[in-house]
């Protein structure tokens, strides 16, 4: 088989600067803890692609506001939970 001439293959830079561990350590203060308000920020639950049936009329309601009606209906759907949740809690007694 004849290798296709002509093609180079060119590495692409960049511009990352590398630093080492104990002079990133030196540039920032030290911190002993992380606070839990840093962590939840970047935070997002992993997400499962799925097939859901829905009323034509439920979905052209989510889709009416135009672009990211799925994340609009994620979002019903995690109020809901959270309602039922805290419901739960309180039929348990806790």
């Known amino acids: 088989m004849k290798r296709a001439t002509g093609v180079k293959r060119?590495?692409?830079?960049?511009?990352?600067?590398?630093?080492s561990l104990s002079a990133a350590a030196e540039?920032?203060?030290k911190r002993r803890y992380i606070l839990l308000k840093d962590v939840l920020e970047n935070y997002k639950p992993l997400k499962?692609?799925?097939t859901l049936r829905v009323d034509a009329d439920v979905l052209a309601w989510f889709k009416k506001p135009g672009r990211g009606y799925q994340t609009r209906i994620?979002?019903?759907?995690r109020k809901l939970m959270k309602e039922e949740m805290k419901e739960e809690k309180k039929a348990s007694g806790e």
């Open 48 to 50: 499962k692609p799925v």
């Open 27 to 29: 540039e920032s203060p």
């Open 10 to 19: 060119v590495r692409k830079v960049t511009g990352r600067k590398t630093i």
């Open 74 to 77: 994620n979002r019903a759907l």
